[in-house]
């Protein structure tokens, strides 16, 4: 069955999730943080979830993996920033543990369906 939409894919939905996890985690940080850590953790996670969408519009599979690739940045971005915010106590051992989790498994997914996308072209 061929995937019409981005918003079929698992990998996408998965991406939101993250999206929404973080949100939810950023309201507790301190005012200091609101347009430093705040800002960029959640700029990275929308990342994730957006340009999966936006490598989906794209006509061109060499564009389509660019934008798989620059998702799997944006997940080594985001846990880092978790680990920063670890670090300085703004989130527990728990929750990193469990959205490094989560983004381990977005990573994997995104690597999955970009071999999928490459081994559909040749």
């Known amino acids: 069955m061929k995937v019409r939409s981005y918003k079929e894919l698992d990998v996408w939905k998965k991406g939101l999730d993250i999206v929404d996890k973080v949100y939810g985690l950023t309201k507790r940080f301190p005012d200091e943080e609101k347009y430093g850590l705040v800002t960029q953790m959640q700029r990275s996670a929308v990342s994730i979830p957006s340009n999966i969408a936006e490598g989906f519009a794209r006509q061109h ?15 080594a971005e985001l846990e880092t920033h978790l680990i920063i915010s670890n670090r300085r106590g703004y989130i527990t051992q728990k ?23 490459i081994a559909a072209v040749l």
């Open 95 to 117: 929750e990193l543990e469990d959205l490094q989790e989560e983004i381990d498994r977005e990573s994997r997914m995104l690597m999955n369906l970009k071999k999928r996308r």
């Open 61 to 75: 599979s060499k564009e389509y993996t660019q934008f798989l690739y620059v998702a799997l940045g944006s997940c």
